[in-house]
């Protein structure tokens, strides 16, 4: 996983519950970096499911709450740190339906060893979008999170369903409806 997540991450955990926080995420989850990270840096995956498992122990929320939060803060440093990807899009339908074939794959252009989910995409109408999430990774949580941002970015309201497709999370079907 890129270290900008990771990044971000620990931005979000600091602005959400204070820097002693980030300290205590550090110093009590195993993390083979020794929690160094550089945004264009790679590290292994595990070490944000160990972040979000101490976070979670630590303020009781859970996991699936914390990552829907950071994805939902991710999306909006996207629009600073990618603004030319997304301005491309002019409405959220455009934009999430070219996560997979645009945005994610000039993301690759960028980190060719980034770890990046597959995405499905339909739309049945014009008000229903239908995204068929697949990833080893099952961080269909933070895609819930992400989506939300969009919506939200593009000043547009509407309700996300998640249908778990495989048990352990790995294929999931998102229907977002306007
Ligand atoms: C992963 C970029 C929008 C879903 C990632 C990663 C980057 C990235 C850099 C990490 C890859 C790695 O760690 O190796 C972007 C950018 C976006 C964007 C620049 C917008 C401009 C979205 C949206 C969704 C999404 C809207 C949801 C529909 C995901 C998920 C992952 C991911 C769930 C985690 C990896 C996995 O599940 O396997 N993305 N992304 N992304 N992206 Fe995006």
Redesign the pocket.
Known sequence: ??G??FTEFLDMVEQNFGYEMVDTLLNESELTSGGIYTSIG?YN?QEMVNLLVTLNMKTEIPISQLLRTF?LYL?QR??K??SH??DKAPNAFA??GS?HSY??V??RK??P?????H?DIEQPNANTLV?H?S??????D??YG??E??MKHYGETATITQELLQEDGSQIK?VIEK
């Open positions: 996983m890129k900008i997540i790679t995956h994805g999306f996207f629009t740190i990618y990807l997304i934009f999430l996560i945005i994610h000039e993301v960028l980190y060893d980034a770890e990046l989910p995405f995204m999430y990833s080893i990774r099952s961080m269909g933070l895609a992400l989506i941002g969009a998102f």
